[in-house]
T-cell receptor
Framework: RKEVEQDPGPFNVPEGATVAFNCTYS??????FFWYRQDCRKEPKLLMS???SGNEDGRFTAQLNRASQYISLLIRDSKLSDSATYLC????????????FGAGTRLFVKA | ETGVTQSPTHLIKTRGQQVTLRCSSQ?????VSWYQQALGQGPQFIFQ???????GRGNFPPRFSGLQFPNYSSELNVNALELDDSALYLC?????????????FGPGTRLLVL
């Protein structure tokens, strides 16, 4: 089992749609969680941090469920510019630092 | 822009050769992490350097090694290159080490091993 798993997609949605991504992680000692966005042939860019209390930034909402070991990202009112790969990231700081990225979920937003 | 820079941007090497990649961290950041990203995959954690010492390592063989300098810039060295080492190599800097720190990525170095 992979340490961080994401549905690879692709998700093909029309503009204005709401789309949700989930990510599961296997290590219960994981400390912090993030969503990054990566455009084709570019570096990953931080989208948002993820907290148990939830985190909202405009059209984006992220949530962490520690009991079930998954994190989610909700995108409302999708724009063409949201087309990218969304990477789920888990940090572990116990016994030496380690960051695990999911393989990413591809999103295509169509006009 | 994140302020993290990497050099070179592209590199072509042959199997068995050695390569050194460089990364300058964002001003004020004392921690650098290195990642390998193969086509269609997420970045894989190679190691992290915090205040010039290795602070964590992923599942990469010893021929992947690194350094961090007093100004917190860093190098990734790969010996005895293999074809599978062809990938995008990313470095990321953070304000300090620790599980909660946000990492900011440089543009990467594309390595092709022939």
């Amino acid at each position: 089992r992979k340490e961080v798993e994401q549905d690879p997609g692709p998700f093909n949605v029309p503009e204005g749609a709401t789309v949700a991504f989930n990510c599961t992680y296997s290590n219960s000692a994981s400390q912090s969680f993030f969503w990054y966005r990566q455009d084709c042939r570019k570096e990953p860019k931080l989208l948002m941090s993820v907290y148990s209390s939830g985190n909202e930034d405009g059209r984006f909402t992220a949530q962490l469920n520690r009991a079930s070991q998954y994190i989610s990202l909700l995108i409302r009112d999708s724009k063409l510019s949201d087309s990218a790969t969304y990477l789920c990231v888990v940090n572990m700081g116990t016994g030496g630092f380690k960051t695990i990225f999911g393989a990413g979920t591809r999103l295509f937003v169509k006009a | 822009e994140t302020g993290v820079t990497q050099s070179p941007t592209h590199l072509i090497k042959t199997r068995g050769q050695q390569v050194t990649l460089r990364c300058s961290s964002q001003s004020g950041h004392n921690t650098v992490s290195w990642y390998q990203q193969a086509l269609g995959q997420g970045p894989q954690f190679i190691f992290q350097y915090y205040r010039e010492e290795e602070n964590g390592r992923g599942n990469f063989p010893p021929r992947f090694s690194g350094l961090q300098f007093p100004n917190y810039s860093s190098e990734l060295n790969v010996n005895a290159l293999e074809l599978d080492d062809s990938a995008l190599y990313l470095c990321a800097s953070s304000l300090t080490s620790g599980g909660g720190e946000t990492q900011y990525f440089g543009p990467g170095t594309r390595l092709l091993v022939l």
